[in-house]
């Protein structure tokens, strides 16, 4: 039996063939709960911006084909052109306005029971789900252009050989070891929430020593100079020798 999460997943890669990005997951993910049903958010998805921006027929289904969705959501699910029995049965369906897109890609996810194309589909939802949860846990992560190519990227490749879910995965953890490496992040040993586990002491307003944590000391003007300045021990930082300890800094020069 599928997971919400898994459910949900389904509906990003038939229609965006990427990973959920963590706001948009959540908001369909609580809604699904809540007893909004998956045809219903099957058919949500057909009215979204990033849709209209993939797909030409969303703009105008009176005057486009629905020939690229209908070659787009095989391929983003299956890796693969419908046969042609199949393309012409949604092309009828569709242009006739017998069914939705939303009932039309409920359908073909449904319809999916046998591999290669069972495999396929969950192969790239488990890579999708990897890449949703390692955003949704890093700390102030941000749903920006370099993302977005990244969860674009967590489903390259992607088959129904498990292998390729592993290079996905690894993908993955490239990209959010750069991201956490970009954004200065302390490391595994220390955190920048303010606890004591990442306490630096530093010189406070008024030339008093005080604990700040990383993320006060990033933020908040705490930082006297004078104060620093005077403090022993950071003699020499700056190739200079300051306070009392200024004979010791001439015995090393």
Not at 72 to 97: H, I
Not at 108 to 122: E, H, K, R, S
Not at 131 to 151: G, I, K, P, V
Not at 192 to 202: A, C, E, Y
């Amino acid at each position: 039996m599928l997971s919400d999460e898994e459910i949900i997943a389904r509906y990003y890669v038939g229609y965006y063939n990427r990973a959920p990005d963590p706001a948009g997951f959540d908001f369909w993910t609580t809604n699904y709960a809540n007893g909004v049903s998956t045809l219903e958010i099957a058919t949500f998805f057909s009215d979204q911006v990033e849709t209209d921006a993939l797909y030409p027929y969303f703009q105008d289904p009176a005057n486009n084909s629905p020939e690229q969705f209908i070659n787009s959501v095989y391929n983003n699910l299956f890796n693969r052109d419908p046969d042609q029995a199949g393309f012409d049965f949604w092309m009828g369906e569709l242009t006739s306005g017998r069914v939705s897109t939303g009932q039309m890609i409920e359908a073909i996810i449904q319809g999916a029971t046998t591999n290669p194309d069972l495999a396929v589909v969950q192969n790239k939802v488990t890579a999708a789900l990897y890449w949703e949860d390692q955003a949704n846990n890093f700390d102030d992560f941000s749903y920006d252009t370099a993302a977005t190519t990244s969860a674009n990227d967590a489903l390259a490749g992607v088959t129904d050989d498990i292998g390729t879910v592993t290079a996905a995965q690894g993908r993955a953890n490239s990209y959010f070891a750069q991201l956490s490496e970009d954004k200065g992040d302390p490391g595994d040993d220390l955190t920048n929430d303010g606890s004591t586990d990442d306490k630096v002491t530093i010189a406070a307003p008024g030339g008093d020593l005080q604990q700040v944590g990383i993320s006060s000391a990033v933020s908040d003007p705490v930082i006297n100079l004078d104060a620093f300045r005077s403090d022993g021990r950071f003699a020499g930082i700056d190739g200079e020798c300051h306070g009392d300890r200024r004979a010791s800094c001439r015995e090393r020069v």
